[in-house]
């Protein structure tokens, strides 16, 4: 049974740090592609910022230069840690981890599906007060 679980969310003033971590279990962690989306209300489910295996990131352009995104493989979890946080951060966090050796990676690629991950966790919440 796969499970991604978060953890880290809560409520912190602008400006403030948050510290998310995603434990994954029934997974090949250290071959998964793992990201951070979020949804706030009302919006649409977006993406925060990825890893590959290797290492290597990408990140929204409203995160750029405030979120830094890692991972652990020996201890199956990825991190986001979130700094100059403000209201427009506020949001529910989802992890997601996706095999780039599948399908699903393919359609998130090329942007068909973008959101197409072949797992999830339950999500954490964020709110940022100003």
């Known amino acids: 049974q796969v499970q991604l679980v978060e953890s880290g969310g809560g409520l912190v003033q602008a400006g403030g740090s948050l510290r998310l971590s995603c434990v994954a279990s029934?997974?090949?962690?250290?071959?998964?592609?793992m990201a951070w989306h979020r949804q706030a209300p009302g919006k649409q489910r977006e993406l925060v910022a990825r890893?590959?295996?290797?290492?290597?990131?990408n990140y929204a352009d409203s995160v750029k230069g405030r979120f830094t995104i890692s991972r652990d493989n020996a201890k199956n979890t990825v991190s986001l840690q979130m700094d100059s946080l403000n209201v427009e951060d506020t949001a529910v966090y989802f992890c997601?981890?996706?095999?780039?050796?599948?399908?699903?990676?393919?359609?998130?690629?090329?942007?068909?599906?973008?959101?197409?991950?072949?797992?999830w966790g339950q999500g954490t919440q964020v709110t940022v007060s100003s």
């Open positions: 029934g997974i090949t962690f250290s071959i998964n592609i």
């Open positions: 890893i590959t295996p290797g290492g290597s990131t």
């Open positions: 997601a981890a996706v095999d780039p050796r599948g399908p699903s990676w393919d359609k998130i690629r090329s942007g068909v599906i973008p959101d197409d991950y072949d797992y």
